[in-house]
C-alpha cells in the first residue's frame, strides 16, 4: 500500500471514529455510565441501609401490649360504651401442638425455618404500594410479621416497613426460631376480639390451644389473613369460599413439606367454629351498634380491623339516643312483653330486627339487632339470610315507572293500569313458567296496579316484572342499594322477594324512594378520630339519582295507599307514611318497611331455630300467622310516634307524579257483580287476624271505585291457621292474614 492509500485508509477510519462517537445529550447515556450509576446507587442503598441497621435497635414490646380503649358515642357526644380490656392469654409454644404450630408456618411462610427473617421482594412490593397509595400488600415473613406485631405498630407508611426489614434481621440473629413462632402465634389478631392462639381457639371452638387438632389449627391460620372477611358465623358466600380455599391451601402446604401425611389429609373436614359471643361491656343494644360502627369504619373507611382493635379511636355514631331508646321500646311493647321466651320454645324463636335512617342525610338514628348482643351475637339488623318478601314489589313498581314498561297488551304500566289478579294465574311472556298463589289464594279479578300494591295480590306484580324483565327489576333493585348474590336470579320469582335482605339495605332501598329517587346508602359513623389520623367515607350517603323523581314518587304514592287502606293500615298515625308490608313463604319472616317524609324505618321478624336454621313464626306472637301488618307495623307505628317532633309529624310528601291513583276503593262494594249475585263477603282479613287493629279494615277487594268493578271474590276467606302455601316460593302476604291450607 502507498503511502497515499495509506493515509485515505487513516481519514477514512477518522471519520468513521468521529462518526461513531456520542454528540449530544446521547454522550450522557452510555451503557457504560448507566451501569455505572446503577452499581453507585446499589452501594449507596447499601451504604444507607448499613447505617440504618446500625441506628435502629431493636426496642422494647409496643403499645399494643398495653392498647388503648376505643371510646364510642352517640350523636350527641354523650359516651355509648367504651371498649374494654385486650382478650389475650399468652401461651408457651409446648402447649400448642407441634401439628398445629406447623399450620401457621405453611399458611405464612414454608421457608421460616431456613430463611434470614425477611422477604426483600415482599418488602420492595410493599413500600412501592405504600408509595403508590395501593394499601398495604402481602409478602412478609412470619418474622416480619412478629416484628410488626410485638415491636411496631400497623400504620402503612414506608418508615415503618424500613424498620421492619432491619428489626427482623437483628431478632432473626438473635433469637431462636420457635421463640419468634411463639411470638407470632400469641401476638397475632385472630378476629372476635381475640389477641392470640388462645383467646382466639377459646373464641372459635370452645377450647384451650392445647387441645387444637390440626384442621382447627389450619382454619386460625387461615384466619390471619382477614380476622373479618373469613370469620364463618359473618363470612358472606364468596368470604366462606375464599376461607375454605386458604385452608385448603394451607394442608396441602404442609403435605408438601411432609408435614402431614396425604392420607390423614384427604379424611380431613372442614372445621365450622362455633357462633361467637358479645364481648363483656357490650350487652344489650350496645354490642350491635358497636359491631355495627366497626364494620361500617372498615367498608367504608378502609380502616382494617386490626387498627381498630389496636385502640385509641373516638367513634361517633349517627345513633340518636332519643330515637334508639324509642325503637327498643316500641319492640319491647309490641313484641317481647307478648312472649315467653324462657318458658315456650315457639317463642323462644321470635327475632327482631329494625334499621332507622333519616332520608336527607343517609344517617342510621336507630338500630335494633335482637334481644342483646350477649343472648344472641348475630345482628338481626344487618342479617340477610332471610327473604324481604313483599316488601320487594314497589321495587318492581319502580322499575316499571323507570323503564316505561308496559302490559302484554301495549298499556303503560301506571297506578291505574289493569291486570288480572287471579290466583294462580299463569305469567305471559316468560319463559320460566311462574303461577303464584295470592293470599288464600283469593282471586281478584281485574285490579288497578293501585289496589294490588294495598292488596299485595302475588298475581299482579308476578306478571309486572314479566312485563318489564327481571334483568331490568334487578338492575333497579341493585342501584337502590340490594345486594347482589346467588339467592338473586333473574325470574319471575323474584317479584315476590325471593332475595336475601336486610332491615339496612331495605331502610336504604326506601330512603331512595323517599328521597325522590338519590341513591341514600345508610351509614351509621358520623366521625372517627385517632391521635392525629381521621377517618374519611370513600363515598358520600347521599349519591346520584338511582332512579327517576317519577318512578321513586309514582312508587310512594302507590304505597300511601297501603297504610291508609291496605294491609299496613297498622303503621297509621298522626302523619303521612307510605309503606309496604311482607310475610315470606313458611312465615320465615315477617317486615314492615315504611316512611314518613322525615324517617325510613325497616322493622322485621325472623323465625330461628337454636341451632340458626329458619322455622315458621306461625303461633308464636299471635295465634296463626304473624303477619307483616300485624307486630311489625305495630313496632314502626309506636316507633314512628314516638321518635318524630310536632314538625315533622306535620310534614307531608312532596310528590311529582305523572299520574295519581283513582280514589281508594269504597270500605264496602258499590255494587255486587254478577258472577256472585247473593255473595258479598262480609269481611276481609286483616293483616294480622288474630288481634284487633286501630284502623280495621272493612273492605272487600273491589275495584277503583270511579270504575265498575268486574269481579269480586266469591266467597268469604279461610280464617283456618295457615300451611305452606305451596306454588309461592317467595311470599304470600297481601291484605288477608292468613294462607289457605
Not at 382478650?87 to 401439628?99: F, S, T, W, Y
Not at 379424611?267 to 360502627?293: C, H, I, N, R, S
Not at 358520600?540 to 310512594?556: L, Y
Not at 280495621?696 to 270504575?707: F, L, M, R, S, W
Request: with cysteine; glycine share 10%.
Amino acid at each position: 500500500m502507498g503511502r497515499a492509500e495509506a493515509r485515505q485508509a487513516r481519514q477514512r477510519g477518522a471519520r468513521r471514529a468521529k462518526k461513531a462517537k456520542p454528540t449530544g445529550i446521547r454522550r450522557f447515556f452510555t451503557w457504560r455510565k448507566l451501569l455505572g450509576t446503577f452499581f453507585g446507587l446499589c452501594l449507596l442503598a447499601m451504604g444507607a441501609f448499613f447505617v440504618i441497621y446500625l441506628l435502629v435497635p431493636v426496642p422494647e414490646a409496643n403499645a399494643q401490649a398495653e392498647m388503648q380503649s376505643n371510646v364510642y358515642k352517640y350523636s350527641d357526644g354523650k359516651i355509648l360504651a367504651r371498649t374494654g380490656k385486650i382478650n389475650r392469654e399468652i401461651v408457651g409454644l409446648e402447649k400448642i401442638p407441634k401439628e398445629v404450630q406447623d399450620t401457621f408456618v405453611a399458611a405464612e411462610n414454608k421457608t421460616f425455618y431456613k430463611d434470614s427473617g425477611v422477604d426483600f421482594k415482599g418488602t420492595a412490593r410493599g413500600v412501592m404500594n405504600t408509595l403508590t397509595g395501593k394499601g398495604k400488600q402481602g409478602g412478609s415473613t412470619i418474622t416480619q410479621q412478629y416484628v410488626k406485631n410485638y415491636y411496631l405498630n400497623q400504620d402503612q407508611t414506608v418508615t415503618r416497613k424500613l424498620k421492619e426489614l432491619v428489626i427482623s434481621l437483628k431478632v432473626d440473629q438473635k433469637k431462636e426460631k420457635s421463640e419468634i413462632l411463639a411470638g407470632y402465634i400469641n401476638t397475632s389478631y385472630y378476629g372476635r376480639n381475640a389477641y392470640g392462639i388462645q383467646a382466639a381457639a377459646q373464641a372459635y371452638y370452645g377450647v384451650d390451644a392445647s387441645k387444637l387438632n390440626v384442621a382447627q389449627g389450619a382454619y386460625l391460620a387461615a384466619l390471619l389473613q382477614a380476622p373479618s372477611q373469613y370469620d364463618w358465623a359473618v363470612a358472606t358466600d364468596t368470604g366462606k369460599k375464599l376461607v375454605r380455599a386458604r385452608w385448603n391451601y394451607v394442608l396441602d402446604n404442609m403435605v408438601e413439606e411432609e408435614w402431614l401425611d396425604s392420607g390423614e389429609r384427604t379424611g380431613l373436614k372442614f372445621p365450622v367454629p362455633k357462633a361467637p359471643k358479645a364481648a363483656p361491656g357490650m350487652e344489650g343494644q350496645t354490642g350491635y351498634l358497636v359491631d355495627a360502627a366497626n364494620a361500617e369504619l372498615e367498608r367504608r373507611q378502609g380502616i382494617s380491623e386490626e387498627e381498630i382493635k389496636a385502640g385509641g379511636w373516638t367513634i361517633t355514631l349517627n345513633i340518636d339516643e332519643k330515637r334508639q331508646k324509642a325503637l327498643v321500646k316500641a319492640v319491647n311493647k309490641q313484641l317481647e312483653e307478648k312472649l315467653e321466651r324462657k318458658k315456650d320454645k315457639a317463642d323462644a324463636t321470635v327475632q327482631a330486627g329494625a334499621t332507622s335512617v333519616d332520608p336527607k342525610t343517609g344517617h342510621i338514628v336507630a338500630l335494633y339487632g335482637g334481644i342483646g348482643a350477649t343472648e344472641h351475637w348475630l345482628s338481626n339488623a344487618t342479617r340477610r339470610d332471610y327473604q324481604p318478601a313483599s316488601t320487594f314489589k314497589p321495587v318492581v313498581l319502580a322499575s316499571a315507572i323507570e323503564n316505561g314498561a308496559e302490559t302484554q297488551d301495549g298499556a303503560k304500566i301506571g297506578l291505574n293500569t289493569k291486570y288480572d289478579g287471579t290466583s294462580k294465574r299463569p305469567v305471559k311472556g316468560s319463559d320460566t313458567p311462574f303461577a303464584p298463589e295470592n293470599e288464600d289464594d283469593k282471586d281478584y279479578g281485574p285490579v288497578s296496579v293501585q289496589r294490588a300494591t294495598n292488596s299485595s295480590i302475588n298475581s299482579v306484580f308476578a306478571q309486572m316484572i314479566v312485563d318489564v324483565s327481571p334483568a331490568k327489576v334487578k338492575k333497579t333493585a341493585i342501584d337502590m342499594g340490594m345486594k347482589d348474590g346467588k339467592d338473586f336470579p333473574e325470574r319471575p320469582a323474584m317479584s315476590l322477594g325471593t332475595m336475601g335482605a336486610s332491615t339496612w339495605d331495605m331502610a336504604g332501598v326506601y330512603a331512595t324512594l323517599d328521597n325522590h329517587g338519590k341513591k341514600v346508602t345508610p351509614t351509621i359513623v358520623k366521625s372517627a378520630e385517632r391521635q392525629s389520623r381521621k377517618a374519611e367515607p370513600k363515598e358520600s350517603s347521599i349519591g346520584d339519582q338511582a332512579i327517576s323523581r317519577e318512578a321513586a314518587d309514582t312508587t310512594t304514592a302507590a304505597m300511601t295507599g297501603v297504610v291508609k287502606s291496605g294491609s299496613g293500615t297498622n303503621a297509621a298515625g298522626d302523619y303521612e307514611a307510605a309503606g309496604k308490608t311482607g310475610t315470606s313463604e313458611n312465615n320465615r319472616s315477617a317486615w314492615f318497611v315504611g316512611y314518613t317524609p322525615e324517617l325510613v324505618t325497616a322493622v322485621a321478624l325472623f323465625g330461628e331455630d337454636p341451632k340458626g336454621g329458619q322455622v315458621t313464626l306461625t303461633n308464636t306472637v299471635n295465634e296463626g300467622r304473624a303477619n307483616g301488618g300485624g307486630v311489625p307495623a305495630k313496632i314502626w307505628q309506636q316507633y314512628t310516634t314516638g321518635a318524630l317532633n310536632d314538625e315533622a309529624a306535620a310534614a307531608e310528601f312532596d310528590l311529582d307524579i305523572e299520574e295519581g291513583a283513582t280514589a281508594d276503593p269504597d270500605p264496602t262494594p258499590t255494587e255486587t257483580p254478577s258472577e256472585t249475585p247473593s255473595q258479598t263477603p262480609s269481611k276481609t282479613p286483616t293483616d294480622d287476624p288474630t288481634s284487633t287493629p286501630t284502623r280495621t279494615p272493612t273492605k272487600t277487594p273491589t275495584e277503583d271505585p270511579t270504575q265498575t268493578p268486574s269481579i269480586t271474590p266469591s266467597g268469604p276467606p279461610s280464617f283456618t291457621p295457615p300451611t305452606d302455601p305451596g306454588g309461592d316460593p317467595g311470599g304470600t302476604e297481601g291484605a288477608g292474614g292468613r294462607v289457605k291450607p
